[in-house]
């Protein structure tokens, strides 16, 4: 089965400088990549996502980036907000198998 | 409503008890999910539905849990006798399947004493 792996499990940074987490899959057939952000109390909600046709996608202050080969994606956040502090998920799946599989969280914390 | 319904919210119950709770899911989502966080902790994948069936219960952790979905609609996840290491927030959400986005529930907080 899938396994995904997710990289820092806890990340602070400053107010206005960037935050990247990173994510390895082991299923070379998975090709349904998003990304969710739960915050305190709540479900987790997605916020974007990466299908294996494209290297890279950005919403506003937010990119994901993959690369198949290499079986590993990144989230970026840039310009970051108090508001982004969060616990975020990455998650893996394939078009033909309903299973989605999520990666361990990272903690996000944003510093005035 | 619009979004993924779970109830009851929040569960306190004895150990040794019964609880089952209950997932309503967006209409028309074929696929359902059960996960499981305990506090401060990742995502813990439990079993998932395509319609009534469930093709991977490889995540339910013991013989005590158990689920079920009737009519391609409301999932029940049933955990007998309760242990104090149930407890945890239970998450359900449900999509169209087949990667496409997966929409989360509030969650049913469960507390065993």
């Known amino acids: 089965g899938e396994n995904v792996e997710q990289h820092p499990s806890t990340l602070s940074v400053q107010e206005g400088d960037s935050a990247v987490i990173k994510c390895t899959y082991s299923d070379s057939a998975s090709n349904y990549f998003p990304w969710y952000k739960q915050e305190l109390g709540k479900g987790p909600q997605l916020i974007i996502d990466?299908?294996?046709?494209?290297g890279e996608k950005k919403d506003q202050r937010i990119a994901v980036t993959l690369n198949k080969t290499a079986k590993h994606f990144s989230l970026h956040i840039t310009e970051t907000q108090p508001e982004d502090s969060a616990v975020y998920f990455c998650?893996?799946?394939?078009?033909?198998?309903?299973?989605?599989?999520f990666g361990a969280g990272t903690t996000v914390t944003v510093r005035a | 409503g619009a979004g993924v319904s779970q109830s009851p919210s929040n569960k306190v119950t004895e150990k040794g008890k019964d609880v089952e709770l209950r997932c309503d899911p967006i209409s028309g989502h074929t696929a359902l999910y059960w996960y499981r966080q305990s506090l401060g902790q990742g995502l813990e994948f439990l079993i998932y539905f395509q319609g009534n069936s469930a093709p991977d219960k490889s995540g339910l952790p013991s013989d005590r849990f158990s689920a079920e979905r009737t009519g391609g609609s409301v999932s029940t996840l049933t955990i007998q006798r309760t242990q104090q290491e149930d407890s945890a927030v239970y998450l359900c959400?449900?999509?169209?399947?087949?990667?496409?986005?997966?929409?989360f529930g509030q969650g049913t907080r469960l507390t065993v004493v």
């Open positions: 959400a449900s999509s169209l399947g087949g990667a496409t986005e997966a929409f």
């Open positions: 998650a893996a799946s394939r078009v033909d198998d309903y299973k989605l599989s």
């Open positions: 990466i299908r294996s046709n494209v």
